[in-house]
């Protein structure tokens, strides 16, 4: 079965830093595109950061681009989310999928900004 679990949240505080890992299982990370996605309760998930499986590409959405950085261990079949300089806006769930409209998700790791 192909597996998408999201692990490193937790609780820091505004300015702060974590790294979130998405391990996969049942398929190789190298040549599939690996999205980040986070979602806020009441509004729609969106897309965060995506990791090329081409050519390994990194692209971010305007909010986060500078402070987050996605990369890709094709040893440990894992890809990663480098989070700094948080702000209490990333505050949301974070999910790892292959893209934003499937219907199948994991159940994601809290990501919590507050002081």
């Known amino acids: 079965q192909v597996l998408l679990v999201e692990s490193g949240g937790g609780l820091v505080t505004p300015g702060g830093s974590l790294r979130l890992s998405c391990i996969a299982s049942?398929?190789?990370?190298?040549?599939?595109?690996i999205g980040w996605f986070r979602q806020v309760p009441g509004k729609e998930r969106e897309g965060v950061s995506c990791i090329s499986s081409s050519d390994g590409r990194t692209y971010y959405a305007d909010s986060v681009n500078g402070r987050f950085t996605v990369s890709r261990d094709n040893a440990k079949n894992t890809v990663y989310l480098q989070m700094t300089s948080l702000k209490p806006d990333d505050t949301a769930v974070y999910y790892c999928?292959?893209?934003?409209?499937?219907?199948?998700w994991g159940r994601g790791t809290q990501v919590t900004v507050s002081s």
């Open positions: 049942g398929f190789t990370v190298h040549y599939y595109n």
């Open positions: 999928n292959f893209r934003l409209g499937v219907s199948d």
